[in-house]
């Protein structure tokens, strides 16, 4: 299977997906996770239509992200969808459009002042940890619902990022677990875009975004309300080594 095929693969199960719960396939956006690729294979599918694309780690994206901008005349938006670490926050501004992996009230300060210092807003999505897995990053959420010990420290963490200049938070980004079934993932997922009505509500606050869906169950995340789905192996391939 070419990169193309697999790009075209991806775009008719994203249609499916919308179609199964009335939703404009438009209102998906597809990033391309390019972990371990190449510049040469991302120039591929930038080739194939894609504009959207993701990394995990700054050390690999500083490389090839300025080489990928260079062969292009195409406009690509980078998301910067991996952990950051706080010391690594300077380079991530300059590299990336969103950063999708806001996964600390410090880690968004450092961001949110390093921005300013900029002169830039950047786009944010807050990484939430609803499945409670101890193996996943992100703002402890696991039991918002039910559990007001867990809800009202993660309504003051988060209110303090909204309040943060140079930051505009676009909405939430969650890691499922790694299941046998994709629909084993549903419950995550509608469990995120319930908390985003939810901080909506209590904050007054636009959440445009739901950032949640890979390879092996993004067409379930579609259906439970993700806006951006992140897919690599599918399109890609296996990871370089």
């Not at 193309?4 to 438009?26: H, K, M, Q, W």
């Amino acid at each position: 299977m070419t990169i193309e095929r697999n790009l075209g693969l991806v775009r008719e199960t994203i249609a499916a997906a919308c179609v199964r719960v009335n939703r404009d396939p438009s209102s998906v956006t597809l990033i391309a996770v390019s972990k371990t690729h190449t510049s040469e294979q991302i120039l591929e599918v930038v080739a194939a239509g894609a504009q959207h694309f993701g990394e995990n780690r700054v050390e690999e994206s500083s490389v090839k992200i300025p080489a990928v901008n260079r062969q292009t005349p195409v406009s690509l938006t980078w998301h910067m969808v991996g952990h950051v670490q706080s010391r690594k926050a300077r380079e991530v501004l300059p590299l990336f459009d969103v950063v999708h992996s806001v996964d600390s009230l410090k880690l968004a300060d450092k961001l949110s002042r390093l921005a300013v210092e900029a002169g830039k807003r950047l786009d944010v999505m807050l990484e939430v940890n609803v499945s409670g897995e101890d193996s996943k990053s992100g703002l402890a959420g696991s039991g918002w619902s039910s559990d007001p010990a867990i809800r009202e420290p993660l309504w003051q963490e988060i209110g303090q990022i909204f309040a943060l200049p140079g930051l505009n938070v676009r909405g939430l980004m969650t890691m499922a677990p790694i299941v046998e079934q994709m629909e084993q993932a549903r419950p995550v997922f509608a469990n995120l875009a319930a908390l985003r009505e939810a901080l909506m509500s209590a904050f007054q606050q636009a959440l445009p975004d739901l950032s949640m869906g890979m390879t092996d169950d993004y067409a379930v995340a579609i259906e439970e309300g993700a806006t951006l789905v992140r897919v690599g192996r599918a399109i890609f391939g296996e990871r370089n080594k």
